[in-house]
């Protein structure tokens, strides 16, 4: 079992450390801890673990400005969206930027030759365009970027040459993935289930799903197509879904400006059958009158399904073991004043899990949050803990800060909105279940 900075063996309701762990680093931690060089109680290592990851320890964040990261000029509202790693790399994807980016995980996080650079245009093959791409997604082998306001679904080989290589880049026209006329601003985060990647439909009535086991990403008959109308059972509403999340079994699909959570069942019929469509109604749901802008983006940690508050005062989350989709008892509710001491609209613009904590990305909100599922309850006060964000990235905040999220085994990274600062905050030690 290893855990950072010394924790080595768990045995019994003892972790060994020092002499008998064989290891400097763990020696030197036990020291430090002023703890036996030998073996130590759980609570005590537990103790150390919660205190060393804590989210309100300014040294536990990094910083880059973004035009450092990307060699230009910094950009309002440049990157949006999950943040993808492959194993190695993380990947952003560009909204109001004409340059994807990704990060070397093994390199200085504040170091611009850790970070690499394509031209939007070059990756795409066509003039870049605002507002181009909205969330990515890893299949094992290609990193996928979802189109939004851009009529290009983009895919990258991380087993080609270079990042930078034109060819190890392939596309798919939206119009002819969806079947239709091409929609500004079409598709949200993607998710992927083992075979078919998802697309949300942000400003589209039509649900898409790729089969990664097809013939390429161009191949029309690779795509299939879902009418909105037909999933959600009601007229389908502008700007209606914006991110997805996957149990094992079910794809969620998470409403932005409407009042219909879906989930479709992929043990089920086929992606056009009626039936493995499943609705709940956001304000049965929270227990409140439904509100523009639910949720941003959504998390699986196991059991639950987790979604960022972005313009309501509940923290919602669904108990995938529960009875049913629709059953209100299954939906847990915080309220997020309760929860970070303030209530603030538009709060929150994702959401990251790293096997312990669950991380909900500031957008308006000053505060960053997670909270601890190995706490209490979902409700109890004392398992929700907050950092300033001017804290965090070094200097003041500003409004839509940070827009996505996510986690590379180790830190969890807050993509740029519109703020000049990528942010990355030392995880839990998730691998430590005491």
Known sequence: MGVEHGVLLKMADTIIFGEESGSKVSRESADRLGLANASVD?????????????????????????????????????????????????YYSPFASITVLRFDTQ????????????????????????SACWGTVFDGRYVYLSAHSAD????????GTSFTTV??????????????????????????????IYFS??????FLRFDTQGTSLATADDWEQMSMSTAQGANPVDNAFLDTAFDGRYVYFGPYNGDTFVRFDTQGTSFTTTADWETMAVSTAQGA????????????????????????????????????????????????????????????????????????????????????????????????????????QGAAAVSSGHFGAGYDGKYVYFSCWNSDTFLRVLASSSTLKL
């Open 42 to 90: 759980i609570a005590d290592v537990r103790t150390y673990v919660d205190e060393y990851t804590k989210i309100s320890k300014e040294n536990n964040w990094e910083q880059i400005s973004m035009s450092t990261a990307q060699g230009a000029t910094f950009v309002n509202t440049a990157y949006v969206g999950a943040v993808s790693f492959d194993g190695r790399y993380m």
């Open 152 to 159: 290009t679904f983009l895919r990258f080989d991380t087993k």
């Open 167 to 196: 060819g190890d880049w392939e596309q798919m026209s939206m119009s002819t993935a969806q079947g239709a006329t091409f929609v500004a601003f079409g598709y949200g985060n993607p998710i992927f289930d083992g075979r078919y």
């Open 201 to 206: 439909p942000y400003f589209s009535d039509t």
């Open 107 to 130: 390199s200085q996080f504040n170091a611009s030759a850790s970070w690499e650079q394509i031209s939007l245009s070059t990756a795409q093959g066509a003039a870049a365009v605002g």
């Open 289 to 392: 009158a439904v509100a523009n802008s639910i949720a941003e983006q959504m998390g699986f940690d196991g059991r639950y399904i987790y979604f960022a508050a972005y313009n309501i005062d509940t923290f919602l989350r669904f108990d995938t073991q529960g009875t049913s989709f629709t059953t209100v008892g299954d939906w847990d509710k915080m309220s997020m004043s309760t929860a970070i001491g303030a209530m603030v609209d538009a709060a929150f613009g994702g959401l990251a899990i790293d096997g312990r904590y669950v991380y909900f990305i500031p957008m308006t909100s000053a505060t960053a949050v997670r909270f601890d599922t190995q706490g209490i309850s979902w409700t109890t006060a004392a398992d929700w803990q907050g950092m300033s964000v001017s804290t965090a």
